[in-house]
T-cell receptor, first 112, second 111 residues
Framework: DGGITQSPKYLFRKEGQNVTLSCEQN?????MYWYRQDPGQGLRLIYY???????QKGDIAEGYSVSREKKESFPLTVTSAQKNPTAFYLC???????????FGNGTRLTVT | EDQVTQSPEALRLQEGESSSLNCSYT??????LFWYRQDPGKGPEFLFT???AGEEKEKERLKATLTKKESFLHITAPKPEDSATYLC????????????FGRGTSLIVHP
């Protein structure tokens, strides 16, 4: 079945450590997105990529980095510069600009 | 700037008690309006796309409608399994293709 796979589901890290969240899709979609979801805040866009080897900052990119070396993969690194990294992270892909987003089931990151 | 406002923030219904969720939006050229359902600890699941004012879509107990300023998600005779957070998003036209999401409505249906 086609879809988006995020791993791991839960991730625990110590403050000051970088951590990379995985996102893989087999839907052959060009566009991919990373969102952060906090209680009462809705979805906030971190980074997005329209094509391979190209990506753009979203509304809250500070403290995060991404890469898009393959169409199927869009990993997100949460760096030690991110002040409040504990959150639920969602990855999504999109077939075309008229199409809905397809979401993974998220990674819950806890930094202590 | 594109904006999406959903109301109410939270809604509690008794099983069988019909109601509506609202999504008001301002966007530069609407390419599409999307409704999603999100269960706790999971990613949003796509429900409907609406493209133009007057359009309606239905799926089981849910019906989505669209005007030039807002969309409604009508829930008829809800069941406890309809409990979830419902998200609305707009896809703008023009040069920006980035969808803007509302904060969602948390729906609880009591048996």
């Amino acid at each position: 079945d086609g879809g988006i796979t995020q791993s791991p589901k839960y991730l625990f890290r110590k403050e000051g450590q970088n951590v990379t969240l995985s996102c893989e899709q087999n839907l052959n979609h060009d566009a991919m997105y990373w969102y952060r979801q906090d209680p009462g805040q809705g979805l906030r866009l971190i980074y997005y990529s329209q094509i391979v080897n190209d990506f753009q900052k979203g509304d809250i990119a500070e403290g995060y980095s991404v890469s898009r070396e393959k169409k199927e993969s869009f990993p997100l690194t949460v760096t030690s510069a991110q002040k409040n990294p504990t959150a639920f992270y969602l990855c999504a892909s999109q077939d075309s600009h008229n199409s809905p987003l397809h979401f993974g089931n998220g990674t819950r990151l806890t930094v202590t | 700037e594109d904006q999406v406002t959903q109301s109410p923030e939270a809604l509690r219904l008794q099983e069988g008690e019909s109601s509506s969720l609202n999504c008001s939006y301002t966007v530069s050229g609407l390419r599409g309006l999307f409704w999603y359902r999100q269960d706790p600890g999971k990613g949003p699941e796509f429900l409907f796309t609406l493209y133009s004012a007057g359009e309606e879509k239905e799926k089981e107990r849910l019906k989505a409608t669209l005007t030039k300023k807002e969309s409604f998600l009508h829930i008829t005779a809800p069941k406890p399994e309809d409990s979830a957070t419902y998200l609305c998003a707009v896809q703008p036209g023009g040069g920006s293709y980035i969808p803007t999401f509302g904060r969602g409505t948390s729906l609880i249906v009591h048996p």
